[in-house]
């Protein structure tokens, strides 16, 4: 009896979260190109469509994975395929140095921006198409709960 309950109970809230978030799996997830460091959006891609493509920089998130700050640092006109994401890059000269670090580049299409070494744990870079840029954040609290709901044993 108490499984039947908690799995109904499961239920019902993974099916509000869902409804609540609006069924945003696609459309809000194709609203971020690249991610880096590290996540579940690539470091690399191609862009989906012909439009803008904005690169941003965030410090801090709040519980629900949401930007409390972000700034936009370029912003490009891209034709649909072209190349835009991130890599590491180090100086020749420091390869062997014990305290040696990556450099962060962004590159979108023939552009780049050095970005320079990651120096704190929250911070990370987006590139995102900018119109959808508030709407994929609004969006993410639902995703947040209902990651937490469906991870409980």
Request: some cysteine; glycine content about 8%.
């Amino acid at each position: 009896m108490f499984w039947n309950l908690r799995a109904a109970s499961l239920a019902f809230t993974v099916i509000v979260v869902s409804a609540l978030s609006g069924g945003c799996g696609n459309s809000s997830s194709s609203s971020l190109v690249a991610q880096a460091p590290g996540s579940n959006h690539p470091i690399t891609a191609k862009t989906p469509t012909d439009g803008q493509y904005t690169l941003y920089r965030v410090t801090r998130f709040n519980g629900f994975g949401q930007p409390l700050d972000s700034k936009a640092i370029a912003t490009y006109h891209l034709p649909r395929g072209e190349p835009i994401g991130f890599r590491w890059v180090s100086e020749r000269a420091q390869n062997w140095h014990p305290h040696a670090t990556l450099l962060l580049q962004a590159y979108a299409g023939d552009h780049e921006e050095d970005l320079g070494p990651i120096t704190s744990t929250t911070e990370k870079y987006f590139w995102a198409n900018p119109d959808n840029w508030k709407k994929y954040w609004t969006m993410r609290p639902g995703y947040a709960i209902e990651q937490r709901i469906t991870r409980e044993d």
